[in-house]
């Protein structure tokens, strides 16, 4: 073994325990690893499917670890990282063979720790290669297995069971296990899909048409943000689901438009380009730090009709007269449960006293915005989770308090033509499993005349 192999499992068991210590996101830790640490594609590759899949898959390692632990219950955060990381290899991964899983785990046990913890780890992994894992149809209860089979915890299943059904519970959990697509959206004010298609392919890249959004392309490999084209703002990353807010608000040339909590600005600059730089997208966000990014993003892709600014949404009404956005979008801050296979960490911090807390959050916002909006404009309500008391709820008790407001059922003729299936009010709930993208809600209403 080459001493960058250590290097690739060490470097993902630091990883481990400090994303539990800090609770910090994954994604974000793992990018600065990554450039940190100057490591070859196929060891990103190595880095990314350790961290990501022992995280993904923490219940169900724990529940196979658990017979050969229970002695050692005590075991330093590290060692048990090491053995979650060391058994997602031998069991999730064919390429890596078991007894060189094992002895990289026995090698990084030495290293870290005494002669008694490399021998710890070496019985407990010997252990269970001579008697095999214990199996999961030994629970009995549904839930509670498939918790466990797809390392969700048993309140959210149960939650998600009881809003959606067994079956599209089963589904999601089980997309929230693979790796997320990377997909990108043209920016059509300075290129059209098939040339960006072109300049891209001919760096190397496999790239396919989204059959979903008319102007986003899927990557098969590589990474987009590296190139050229994005430097030059040919195109921006973004999700295909969130992509559907920008067709959700309708935004035409020269119209004044609020963005309410708009950060990084994937969402603010597809207006801005749907707008043909024309109007005012104003996007806001709480955070002087990000908006920054919002920024950079606008710059990078030329557009120069976004105006930013750091304030807290919930008081906007200081900034503005009342009825003078033609449009108005909330992408409002939510549990983020659409977006775990990104976040994977996610899963196991979140609680259902969030979930509570953030719908207080929505309706504050929904109320503080609703009077910016014109007499006959569009507000439209946006998540990246799939939770009902988030969602619909949400939307219903806005409904309910606010009169002026009515459902707005001409959405779907704005939506684009593969999603139009899926909708048939004025709202729309995207699963993981629909097309591969982030799950995500969007809810369109109208300002009564």
């Not at 309140?155 to 959606?164: A, D, E, G, H, P």
């Not at 600005?265 to 709480?286: C, F, Q, R, W, Y």
């Not at 003078?324 to 992408?331: A, H, P, T």
């Not at 996610?346 to 909006?373: C, F, G, H, N, W």
Request: glycine content about 6%; proline content about 4%; charged content about 25%.
């Amino acid at each position: 073994m080459t001493s960058t192999k250590k290097n690739v499992r060490e470097i993902a068991l630091d990883l481990l325990t400090t994303i539990e210590k800090n609770q910090s996101y994954s994604n974000l830790l793992l990018n600065t690893t990554i450039e940190k640490n100057e490591l070859s594609s196929k060891d990103v590759g190595l880095l990314t499917e350790l961290t990501y899949g022992t995280l993904q898959r923490r219940m169900a390692l724990d529940y196979f670890l658990e017979p050969f632990v229970k002695e050692n219950k005590k075991l330093a955060d590290w060692i048990h990282h090491l053995l979650r990381v060391t058994l997602y290899q031998m069991v999730y991964l064919d390429r890596i063979p078991d007894r060189a899983a094992i002895y990289e785990a026995v090698e990084i046990a030495k290293r870290r720790g005494h002669k008694g913890i490399a021998s710890l780890v070496n019985g407990v992994l010997r252990s269970i290669q001579r008697e095999g894992l214990r199996s999961l149809n030994d629970i009995s209860d549904p839930n509670q297995r498939l918790a466990l089979e797809t390392s969700h915890p048993e309140w959210l299943i149960t939650r998600w069971v009881n809003q959606f059904g067994f079956d599209k519970t089963r589904k999601m959990c089980e997309i929230n296990l693979t790796a997320p697509m990377q997909t990108a959206r043209v920016n059509l004010t300075k290129i059209s899909r098939d040339e960006c298609i072109a300049l891209l392919e001919e760096d190397g890249f496999q790239i396919e048409k989204s059959p979903i959004i008319p102007e986003a392309i899927r990557c098969l490999k590589g990474n987009l943000a590296s190139t050229i084209a994005f430097k030059y703002g040919m195109f921006t990353i973004q999700d295909e689901s969130s992509m559907l807010a920008a067709y959700a608000l309708g935004a035409v040339q020269n119209e004044f438009v609020l963005d309410a909590c708009a950060a990084p600005g994937g969402k603010s600059t597809h207006i801005a380009e749907k707008m043909d730089n024309t109007g005012e997208v104003i996007s806001v966000d709480l955070h002087q730090h990000k908006v920054r990014l919002i920024n950079d993003n606008a710059r990078r892709l030329g557009l120069g009709n976004i105006k930013t600014s750091v304030s807290d949404s919930r008081h906007i009404q200081e900034k503005f007269k009342v009825e003078s956005f033609d449009r108005i979008l909330l992408d409002a801050p939510c549990s983020g449960l659409g977006v775990m296979r990104r976040k994977p960490d996610m899963k196991y911090t979140k609680t259902e006293k969030d979930l509570e807390r953030l719908s207080t959050i929505q309706q504050d916002l929904l109320t503080s915005v609703a009077p910016l909006l014109k007499k006959g404009g569009i507000l439209v309500y946006s998540t990246c989770t799939v939770d009902k008391e988030e969602n619909e709820h949400t939307v219903t008790k806005f409904l309910e308090n606010n009169p002026d407001f009515e459902p707005d059922l001409s959405f779907k003729h704005r939506m684009p033509e593969a999603i139009q299936p899926l909708i048939s009010g004025f709202d729309l709930q995207i699963f993981p499993q629909d097309f591969g993208s982030d799950g995500f809600y969007i809810a369109t209403l109208r300002k009564k005349v």
